[in-house]
């Protein structure tokens, strides 16, 4: 990833359309949910459709929240992602274990994240992404958090989420300087159906702070 190039996930996809219109804007990873409680949950069988139109050279990213191994297992061999990220209690044993590069979310909301020294805890993490649901919560809220509550050394790249969409990832960018952001809900119309317009003008602004960097 060259410099001044902010690194963008499109996560909570549910529909072929949306995941290729995605590519077609030019973004850097696509997440598809396997959290129990979300709206945007997909089925593996679901999801390895989708992954076949997941262009060359993005990232299938499969998102998780406390499942099981045997779950995890069963979607990373039906749906081959090439990253993986945990959003719940799942520690670096468990995160490590399957072989593939992952993300961890750190819960930001209710002043969680501070005081931890987050790259130790997640040696093995690629990067950590910063969320706006509190400790337990899930993400996708469409709440932002405090940005200002953001570790000045966190140790590892993170990603910017919570709340990000097209009327504000300009700021977002500019102001907090994230390797990437992470947006679902802020480019839908409704949970797991996203919004084409609003999916490009995420992209342009994010590309415009790039710019401006």
Not at 43 to 62: K, T, W, Y
Not at 114 to 136: E, K, M, N, T
């Amino acid at each position: 990833m060259s410099a001044g190039h902010t690194h963008i996930k499109f996560c909570g996809m549910t529909r072929a359309e949306d995941v290729r219109a995605a590519c077609e804007l030019g973004v850097d990873a696509i997440g598809m949910v396997f959290a129990q409680r979300s709206p945007r949950r997909l089925e593996a069988g679901q999801a390895a459709v989708l992954r076949a139109d997941v262009a060359a050279g993005i990232e299938a990213v499969a998102l998780f929240m406390d499942n099981s191994e045997d779950e995890v297992a069963a979607v990373i061999a039906q749906v081959r992602p090439s990253l993986l990220q945990f959003h719940g209690s799942e520690d670096e044993g468990f995160c490590s274990s399957f072989g593939l590069p992952y993300l961890k979310a750190i819960a930001m909301g209710d002043a969680g994240g501070q005081g931890v020294d987050w790259s130790a805890r997640y040696p093995g993490a690629s990067a950590l992404l910063l969320d706006s649901h509190a400790l337990g919560g899930a993400g996708g809220s469409g709440h932002t958090f405090d940005w200002s509550r953001i570790p000045a050394q966190l140790g590892k790249p993170f990603l910017l989420a919570g709340g990000i969409h097209p009327g504000n990832v300009f700021d977002a960018v500019r102001s907090v300087r994230p390797w990437g952001v992470d947006v679902s809900s802020g480019i839908e119309r409704a949970p797991g159906i996203k919004d084409a317009t609003r999916m490009r003008r995420f992209v342009e602004e994010v590309r415009r702070a790039d710019l401006t960097g």
